[in-house]
């Protein structure tokens, strides 16, 4: 079988769907089990709507709330034609439209919203989207059904799991290979929720945004899949965000290993968890463009394969600060110990590291993330002197080749310093397979341009 996930704009208005059905009906393997994403605005509109119920001006929520309403009745309206399957979708958007505004008027007098709020609300997106695909299909005389995948992780939840960890979602693994075999057997396409549920700490706060790519890579694991494809909105994975650079390049093909550093350091065409439920089966993950299917896109594999470049790709990872902790007792054995205990301690996650006699800097992602980082500073200054450097970046080049290529290195900070951009801090990856440098915020667009220039002549 394979897994198919469409993402958001491949399941942003009618003619989107219409093109994902095209290509759900038309695909060569015949058992597939397809994963969505809400239409495209859909889950910005509900935290909106979310945070709207908390703040002053509290009814705002039914504004959004109409907005989801009317983008999924004018979908459906131009999707599905059989007038009994018209009136079910129907019925199921405005009565999930109605459920959600009484659960958003209770937070009203609450005020708050808790992860597991935010999820119960997040979640309508990707359920209004399944159902949609799944009746445009049966209304084109397929075999599909609606799989809301959140019902199934909310009994885990209550009985065994207490952290949604790797052994969490094995176990989840193994619940939607039992789910969905049967169906496949009987050759029906399930068009599963790519939010899948009321997860140990909330699947937004814990997995983050982008979680439909990781629940169509379970979904991979959990039936064995041929081949896991994530169909967006570009041609596959390029050699940099086409936002800041539009002639980047499609990958052919990546490593495994290659992929997950790409998607860690930055770049937002996969979530960063979408590889390692591939490599225990070693499946085959392809990044495919909805709108442009017959393109080979970019396969991701077990040993990848080198480019006639010095590396692949350019990231670029915004919202960084730099902690820097002095101390004349740093080399002192046990005391970068005591150090990162303390990081470990008040659940601070670390990037990068540099280190010298007198100092060491780390860096930290996006401080909201990161909600302890001012008690963990007040704790670090009882002992050293602490400096601390928001909006900075980490621009990061990656690709296996860099093992074979001399003086990579070099030229990554020459592109740099030729366009006057200070670099903070350097990191080389110990696989050698990525550098990484830290520079201000500001420069992030020019450094991204410089350095795919030097290297990649566009
Ligand atoms: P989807 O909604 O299909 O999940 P996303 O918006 O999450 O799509 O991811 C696709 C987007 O990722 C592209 O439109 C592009 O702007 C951005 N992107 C960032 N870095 C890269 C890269 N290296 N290669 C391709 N796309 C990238
Ligand atoms: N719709 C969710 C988001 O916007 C999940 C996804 O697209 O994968 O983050
Ligand atoms: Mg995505």
Same mark, same amino acid.
């Given at each position: 079988?394979?897994?198919?996930?469409?993402?958001?704009?491949?399941?942003?208005?009618?003619?989107?769907?219409?093109?994902?059905?095209?290509? *759900?009906?038309?695909?060569?393997?015949?058992? &597939?089990?397809?994963?969505?994403?809400?239409?495209?605005?859909?889950?910005?509109?509900?935290?909106?709507?979310?945070?709207?119920?908390?703040?002053?001006?509290?009814?705002?929520?039914?504004?959004?709330?109409?907005?989801? #309403?009317?983008?999924?009745?004018?979908?459906?309206?131009?999707?599905?034609?059989?007038?009994?399957?018209?009136?079910?979708?129907?019925?199921?958007?405005?009565?999930?439209?109605?459920?959600?505004?009484?659960?958003?008027?209770?937070?009203?007098?609450?005020?708050?919203?808790?992860?597991?709020?935010?999820?119960?609300?997040?979640?309508?997106?990707?359920?209004?989207?399944?159902?949609?695909?799944?009746?445009?299909? #049966?209304?084109?005389?397929?075999?599909?059904?609606?799989?809301?995948?959140?019902?199934?992780?909310?009994?885990?939840?209550?009985?065994?799991?207490?952290?949604?960890?790797?052994?969490?979602? %094995?176990?989840?693994?193994?619940?939607?290979?039992?789910?969905?075999?049967?169906?496949?057997?009987?050759?029906?396409?399930?068009?599963?929720?790519?939010?899948?549920?009321?997860?140990?700490?909330?699947?937004?706060?814990?997995?983050?945004?982008?979680?439909?790519?990781?629940?169509?890579?379970?979904?991979?694991?959990?039936?064995?899949?041929?081949?896991?494809?994530?169909?967006?909105?570009?041609?596959?994975?390029?050699?940099?965000?086409?936002?800041?650079?539009?002639?980047?390049?499609?990958?052919?093909?990546?490593?495994?290993?290659?992929?997950? %550093?790409?998607?860690?350091?930055?770049?937002?065409?996969?979530?960063? #968890?979408?590889?390692?439920?591939?490599?225990?089966?070693?499946?085959?993950?392809?990044?495919?463009?909805?709108?442009?299917?017959?393109?080979?896109?970019?396969?991701?594999? &077990? %040993?990848?394969?080198?480019?006639?470049?010095?590396? &692949?790709?350019?990231?670029?990872?915004?919202?960084?600060?730099?902690?820097?902790?002095?101390?004349?007792?740093?080399?002192?054995?046990?005391?970068?110990?005591?150090?990162? #205990?303390?990081?470990?301690?008040?659940?601070?996650?670390?990037?990068?590291?540099?280190?010298?006699?007198?100092?060491?800097?780390?860096?930290?992602?996006?401080?909201?993330?990161?909600?302890?980082?001012?008690?963990?500073?007040?704790?670090?200054?009882?002992?050293?002197?602490?400096?601390?450097?928001?909006?900075?970046? *980490?621009?990061?080049?990656?690709?296996?080749?860099?093992?074979?290529?001399?003086?990579?290195?070099?030229?990554?900070?020459?592109?740099?310093?030729?366009?006057?951009?200070?670099?903070?801090?350097?990191?080389?990856?110990?696989?050698?397979?990525?550098?990484?440098?830290? *520079?201000?915020?500001?420069?992030?667009?020019?450094?991204?341009?410089?350095?795919?220039?030097?290297?990649?002549?566009?």
């Amino acid at each position: 079988m394979f897994s198919l996930k469409f993402g958001g704009t491949s399941m942003g208005n009618s003619e989107a769907i219409s093109q994902t059905a095209q290509i *759900i009906i038309s695909h060569p393997e015949p058992n &597939k089990v397809v994963t969505v994403s809400a239409m495209s605005g859909v889950t910005n509109l509900l935290i909106s709507a979310a945070n709207c119920a908390t703040e002053t001006n509290k009814i705002c929520y039914k504004n959004y709330l109409q907005e989801i #309403q009317d983008k999924h009745l004018t979908a459906l309206k131009k999707l599905v034609n059989n007038t009994d399957l018209y009136r079910t979708g129907e019925e199921f958007i405005t009565k999930k439209i109605s459920g959600l505004s009484g659960f958003l008027h209770a937070l009203t007098i609450i005020g708050e919203v808790s992860p597991r709020s935010n999820d119960e609300i997040v979640s309508l997106g990707e359920i209004l989207s399944a159902k949609l695909l799944s009746l445009h299909l #049966q209304d084109l005389g397929e075999k599909s059904d609606f799989i809301n995948l959140e019902n199934i992780v909310s009994k885990m939840f209550d009985k065994d799991h207490t952290e949604a960890n790797k052994e969490f979602f %094995e176990c989840f693994a193994h619940k939607l290979e039992k789910l969905l075999t049967p169906l496949l057997e009987k050759n029906i396409t399930p068009i599963c929720t790519g939010f899948f549920g009321k997860i140990p700490g909330g699947i937004v706060a814990t997995v983050g945004r982008g979680y439909s790519d990781f629940t169509a890579a379970l979904i991979g694991k959990a039936c064995n899949a041929k081949e896991i494809q994530i169909w967006t909105d570009v041609n596959g994975i390029l050699s940099t965000d086409p936002r800041i650079v539009p002639e980047a390049h499609v990958i052919e093909e990546l490593s495994f290993d290659e992929a997950t %550093e790409l998607a860690n350091l930055g770049a937002k065409v996969i979530h960063p #968890q979408t590889i390692w439920p591939a490599v225990k089966n070693n499946i085959l993950v392809r990044i495919k463009n909805t709108m442009s299917p017959l393109d080979a896109g970019t396969a991701i594999t &077990k %040993e990848g394969k080198l480019s006639t470049h010095s590396f &692949k790709s350019i990231t670029i990872q915004k919202d960084i600060t730099i902690i820097t902790v002095r101390s004349t007792t740093m080399t002192e054995s046990g005391v970068l110990g005591e150090l990162f #205990q303390e990081f470990a301690n008040h659940k601070v996650s670390i990037d990068l590291v540099s280190t010298s006699e007198s100092s060491i800097s780390v860096t930290i992602q996006n401080e909201n993330k990161n909600k302890n980082l001012q008690q963990l500073i007040t704790q670090l200054e009882k002992k050293f002197i602490v400096n601390r450097e928001n909006n900075n970046t *980490i621009i990061a080049i990656i690709g296996n080749e860099m093992r074979e290529n001399i003086g990579v290195a070099g030229r990554f900070l020459s592109a740099l310093s030729d366009h006057k951009i200070n670099v903070r801090m350097i990191s080389q990856g110990a696989n050698q397979s990525n550098i990484s440098a830290v *520079i201000s915020q500001k420069d992030s667009k020019n450094a991204v341009q410089a350095v795919h220039k030097k290297f990649f002549r566009i």
